[in-house]
């Protein structure tokens, strides 16, 4: 006669301990943030099992947490300037990513978000796309035809790794999964005809400007501007080698008083372009949007 009601108490103190711990923890964040770097650094539970088995029940909930933290720990490490530097970068990020969809194999957002913060170059972050692959196909073991994973991983190969025959055959892998979209085959026949030009990059990122979720379609348009940045590299490049240094040294400046430039260019994003003084090497600046830039494919002759 007590065991219902003996239950239903376990489960609101369980619940209640969580969200009071929940809550705490954001209360010190809030109140002194990040104010001690190796103590919030620690993963006190590194193992997937081993949560599981501590969470009673509440594998869902926790799996949020950890994916709240994982969020927390990248963001962080982004906007640290002078704090973890080095090999300390991000390296909780994939153990914390592990363990959320350990916790909930079907985690969507924790697979596909994280593969795109494991593989963004350093510094903006760890610049793992082995990782990122590994993520990925840890979300195709639990859902094995949901055709976005074989997608993204296709993606990692071809904007990451720049491997162009692996990232075709893992796009062919997606077009053959129930609900496929129909322009993924041609995704897969671009990799084979033309694999590393702008245009098929270009031609990616487009289709997933059509994407039903806000977050994919931040990402594409992001890297559709710097697809345009990289054009618009190639022009000044062009412009800065036949225009020459100016008493030894490159400057916009220089340039601008040369009539060789109306005015000092910017990205697409709207920040100045850098020009090294000795080099005459034209890049996007750090303080911009667009920055850290990918490995560019090459462009199309």
Known sequence: MTAAPTSAVAVAVALGALGGAIGLQAAKDHAYPRADTARTRVLYVRSPAAMKRVTFGFEALTADVYWIRAIQHYGGDRLDKGGATGARRYELLYPLLDIATSLDPYFNIAYRFGAIFLGEPYPGGPGRPD???????????????????????????????????????????????????????????????????????????????????????????????????????????????????????????????????????????????????????????????????????????
Do not use: C
């Open 131 to 301: 990782l990122a692959v590994t993520l990925l196909r840890k979300g195709i073991a639990a859902m094995p035809h949901k055709w976005e994973y074989y997608h993204d991983i296709a993606f990692v190969y071809y904007w990451r790794l720049h491997d162009y025959k692996a990232a075709g055959e893992w796009f062919q892998r997606a077009a053959s999964q129930p609900n496929a979209p129909n322009w993924l085959p041609a995704v897969a026949a671009s990799m084979v005809s033309r694999s590393n030009d702008r245009a098929t990059a270009r031609f990616m990122w487009q289709q997933l400007l059509q994407s039903e979720q806000a977050w994919v379609r931040r990402n594409a348009e992001r890297s559709l501007l710097q697809l345009e940045a990289l054009d618009q590299i190639d022009q000044l490049q062009a412009i800065v080698a036949r225009a020459g240094p100016s008493a030894g040294a490159y400057s916009w400046a220089a340039l601008v008083g040369r009539g060789v430039l109306r005015g000092v260019p910017a990205d697409p994003a709207g920040t100045p372009y850098t020009l090294d003084p000795f080099s005459g090497h034209v890049g996007v600046s750090s303080t911009s949007s667009l920055f850290p830039m990918p490995a560019e494919p090459a462009r199309q002759q």
